[in-house]
């Protein structure tokens, strides 16, 4: 399929709408990272932090979706195709499409959603005092994955070697790298990073952890992951290696557990900001949103199915308990 095509093919039902319905409405351009199915859960928080503020779309408002799946090369262009259509508000989900979104425009506000510091990659200039048209939701995620590390060492307390997951293209893949490793150090941990950006590099990754006799992995926040979310899962459960994911819906797809921020609780804050802008607020004025609720979810099917023991400390300090 050509990438005209592609782009498209994006495009969310507001296209269908009638030509004076549309010019009566504000149209927010939503782009993501990800993937429709990956995040389905979260753009319906969106739509719902959006509806709770007045806003209910094909009622006062139209978004038009574009997904870059994982490819971040294609967001300059989403973005570029989205401005032409003259949106009245950018919503960036994710940090490649924040990213993107900043450099694509500095007149339409953006919303974003990130869990990376948006001080440090740019996004605004404080937390704060934004300034210019940028403003969003930080999900944070400092530590996410020491504490992923520290879990999987609890629940494989012998583990001789945890292999780690990370996407070099992601932009803060590096910090992840180094968080890793400082965490294990901290824990005695022996640790072996293995970069996948593609999904050939995906199966490729997973067969080198059964040949490196792996005894858990950690897979590394990131939108590319969480867009192959499926593939993963299946992987895991192929090669019968334990893991440990960023999101609830890896665990809700038969992954053994998942620690994170709590993206719906963030995309949701996200669909009040897009409110508050479409009735004249000014980015530069609203401070950018700190949300901190995590969430730990295990599925013990999944952990009998490994022949693993589940210990009552962990099953008391999980916010969610899969059976």
């Not at 990130?114 to 300034?131: A, E, F, H, Y």
Request: no cysteine.
């Amino acid at each position: 399929m050509k990438r005209r095509e592609f782009i498209g093919l994006l495009g969310s039902a507001a296209a269908l709408w009638p030509i004076h319905a549309r010019a009566q409405m504000p149209v927010v351009g939503f782009v993501n990272s990800s993937s429709a199915q990956a995040q389905a859960v979260v753009v319906a928080a969106y739509r719902r932090g959006l509806e709770e503020s007045g806003f209910i779309e094909g009622k006062n408002v139209l978004i038009e979706s574009r997904w870059a799946n994982g490819q971040y090369n294609l967001l300059p262009e989403l973005l570029g195709d989205l401005i032409k259509r003259e949106v009245a508000v950018i919503m960036a989900g994710g940090p490649p499409a924040a990213i993107a979104a900043k450099k694509a425009t500095s007149t339409i506000p953006v919303v974003f959603t990130s869990g990376d510091d948006p001080v440090q990659t740019g996004l605004v200039s404080s937390i704060n005092r934004p300034g210019g048209n940028v403003t969003g939701v930080y999900i944070f995620f400092s530590d996410v994955e020491t504490k992923k590390l520290g879990l999987l060492r609890e629940l494989v307390p012998n583990a001789a070697l945890i292999t780690t997951l990370v996407n070099p293209t992601f932009p803060t893949a590096n910090n992840q790298t180094q968080e890793l490793h400082k965490a294990a150090d901290k824990l005695g941990q022996r640790i072996q990073i293995i970069n996948a950006s593609s999904e050939p590099e995906i199966d490729s990754a997973f067969a080198s952890m059964k040949q490196l006799q792996a005894s858990a992995v950690l897979v590394a926040a990131d939108p590319f992951f969480a867009s192959r979310r499926d593939r993963i899962v299946s992987l895991a459960t192929k090669y019968a290696i334990p893991a440990v994911y960023e999101q609830r819906a890896f665990a809700a797809a038969g992954g053994l557990m998942s620690y994170g921020t709590n993206l719906p609780e963030g995309y949701r804050q996200a669909g009040i900001y897009t409110a508050r802008i479409l009735k004249g607020e000014k980015p530069a004025d609203l401070p950018v949103v700190l949300s901190n609720k995590f969430e730990f979810v295990i599925n013990l099917k999944v952990a009998k199915a490994l022949g693993l023991t589940v210990s009552a400390n962990l099953i008391s300090t999980a916010d969610e308990v899969l059976e």
